[in-house]
C-alpha cells in the first residue's frame, strides 16, 4: 500500500514560505495567479487555454448549471494518464469581486483512482461579473482511464452555491499523443535511480526512487529542492519536482515535471539528456542566511529593454559576474540573452529565470504569468551564452524579469555531467 507523504512535501513549504518571503527570495506575484484580472481581448484566448495550449487535444464540455444567481459552465477538460485540467467559467448576476474565495471548494473526481491529491484551482477576471477557473489534478500513483465519467464539483458555501455535475469524456486522442520509456541512470548527489520518462500533451514526466530517509526535523533538514534540466535536441527545459510518497519495501518514488516539454515538442529528438542542478544548502540554512543579511539588502539598479525591466548584472558571492546582455521581443514572445564567467554560472541563470507582468499606466488588471511555456538553448555566437525564450507573453503588458535570490552563492551549487536517457 502506498501512502502519500504529505509532511514531507508540505512541512518545508507551510513553515518556510512565509520566512523566504520575509528575505524577498519568493517574489509576491507568484500569490497573483490566486486572483488575476484580465480584459476581455486576454480573456478570449485564456477562456480556451486548454486548447490553446493543447488545441489539439482539449474536449469540448459546455455543460451548465445555476444556483442563486451564479452560474457554473464546465467549458472545456483535457487528460491524461496522470494529469487532468478542466476549464470553468463563472458569471454572476452581480459583481464576483466579493465572492470569498476563502470559503470556495473545487474538485474533480475521474476513474477509480483511490490517490490522495488535491484539486488545484486558479482565478482569472473576464470583467466583474464573469471569472476563468482553471482546476487542475495530478495522479502520480495510479492512472487515470482514457474514458469514463468526470465529476466537477463547486461549493461557495458563503452563497449557500454547490454545484456538481457529472460529464461523459473521452480522451483518446490526448491518450493517444504520449510516450513511455524505461530508462537507467543515477543520481549521486540526491541517491535517485532513474526509472521512467513519459512525455504526453501536458508535460514530459521524469520518475525516480530513491531509500527511505529518516528526518525528524520536519523537513527542515533537508536539502533545497533541486533541478533537473532537459536536453531534448538542442533545446532545455526546467522540471521541478512534484514531490515524492513511500512505495513498498522502504523505497521512495518521486518524479520531476515539466509542463512546457510537450509530447509534441520532444517526440522526433533523436537525443535526450538530463542535466541534475543541486544545491547543498537546506531549509535550515535560509534561517541562518536571513539573520546574517538582516538590513543589508541593496536595491540594484534596473535597464528596460523592449518594455522588459531587469537588473543588467547578477553578482556572485566569488566575485564574478554574470550579465543580460540582448533582449528581443516579437509578437508573444520574449527572447533574454544571458551568461556567466563559467558554464555553471551561465546555466544557473538560464534555468532560473522568471518574468511577471507590471502595470501599464492606469491599469489595474493584476495579471499573472505562469513562467510555465519556457525553453533555453545554447547562443551559438556566444561561447558562454544562453537564450531563454518565453512564449505566450501578452505583447503590450510591461514586463519584469528576475533571478532565483539563491543562485549567486554560486558555491552552494553544482552542476553534474549530462546523464544519456534516449539515444
Not at 482569472?124 to 464539483?153: F, H, Q, S, W
Not at 519584469?400 to 554560486?410: H, R, V
Request: overall charge negative; proline content about 2%; some cysteine.
Amino acid at each position: 500500500m502506498v501512502n502519500r507523504k504529505l509532511s514531507r512535501v508540505l512541512g518545508p513549504i507551510l513553515g518556510v514560505m512565509g520566512f523566504m518571503l520575509a528575505i524577498g527570495i519568493l517574489e509576491t506575484s507568484v500569490f497573483a495567479a490566486e486572483k488575476v484580472q484580465a480584459d476581455s481581448e486576454y480573456i478570449s484566448n485564456i477562456t480556451t487555454a486548454a486548447a490553446v495550449e493543447y488545441k489539439d487535444y482539449s474536449v469540448n464540455i459546455n455543460k451548465s448549471e445555476t444556483q442563486n444567481g451564479i452560474k457554473v459552465t464546465v467549458d472545456k477538460a483535457i487528460g491524461t494518464r496522470h494529469k487532468l485540467k478542466v476549464i470553468l467559467k463563472v458569471e454572476g448576476e452581480k459583481s464576483l469581486e466579493k465572492l470569498n474565495h476563502g470559503n470556495s471548494i473545487f474538485e474533480l473526481t475521474y476513474g477509480n483512482s483511490s490517490d490522495f491529491s488535491f484539486t488545484n484551482s486558479s482565478e482569472e477576471y473576464v470583467n466583474d461579473k464573469t471569472m476563468i477557473i482553471t482546476l487542475e489534478k495530478d495522479n502520480y500513483k495510479e492512472e487515470y482511464p482514457e474514458k469514463g465519467d468526470l465529476r466537477v464539483d463547486v461549493v461557495y458555501s458563503s452563497y449557500k452555491i454547490n454545484i456538481g455535475m457529472d460529464i461523459p469524456v473521452d480522451f483518446s486522442n490526448s491518450f493517444a499523443s504520449m510516450t513511455i520509456k524505461s530508462i537507467s541512470g543515477k543520481i549521486p548527489e540526491l541517491n535517485y535511480t532513474l526509472k521512467e520518462i513519459e512525455s504526453d500533451v501536458m508535460g514530459t514526466t521524469i520518475t525516480y526512487s530513491k531509500p527511505e530517509e529518516k528526518d525528524n526535523s520536519g523537513g527542515y533538514n533537508s536539502l533545497l529542492d533541486p533541478i533537473i534540466v532537459l536536453k531534448a535536441g538542442d533545446r532545455m527545459y526546467r522540471t521541478d519536482s512534484n514531490g515524492d510518497f513511500n512505495g513498498e519495501d522502504g523505497v521512495i518514488l518521486g518524479n520531476y515535471h515539466s509542463e512546457s516539454a510537450t509530447y509534441d515538442k520532444i517526440k522526433n529528438k533523436k537525443e535526450i539528456n538530463i542535466i541534475p542542478v543541486t544545491c547543498s544548502m537546506r531549509w535550515q540554512d535560509l534561517r541562518k542566511l536571513h539573520e546574517k543579511n538582516k538590513g543589508k539588502e541593496e536595491s540594484a539598479s534596473k535597464e528596460t529593454t523592449n518594455n522588459v525591466t531587469y537588473e543588467k548584472n547578477l553578482n556572485f558571492t566569488d566575485g564574478s559576474k554574470g550579465e543580460i546582455y540582448n533582449i528581443e521581443r516579437n509578437d508573444n514572445s520574449i527572447k533574454v540573452y544571458c551568461k556567466g564567467a563559467t558554464e555553471k554560472e551561465s546555466l544557473l541563470m538560464a534555468s532560473k529565470m522568471e518574468i511577471f507582468y507590471q502595470n501599464n499606466d492606469g491599469e489595474n488588471d493584476n495579471m499573472f504569468y505562469s513562467n510555465k511555456d519556457i525553453s533555453f538553448y545554447k547562443d551559438p555566437k556566444e561561447s558562454l551564452g544562453y537564450i531563454v525564450e518565453f512564449n505566450d507573453v501578452k505583447k503590450d503588458k510591461k514586463v519584469e524579469l528576475s533571478f532565483d535570490d539563491l543562485i549567486k552563492y554560486i558555491d552552494k551549487y553544482n552542476i553534474s555531467d549530462e546523464i544519456k536517457l534516449l539515444n
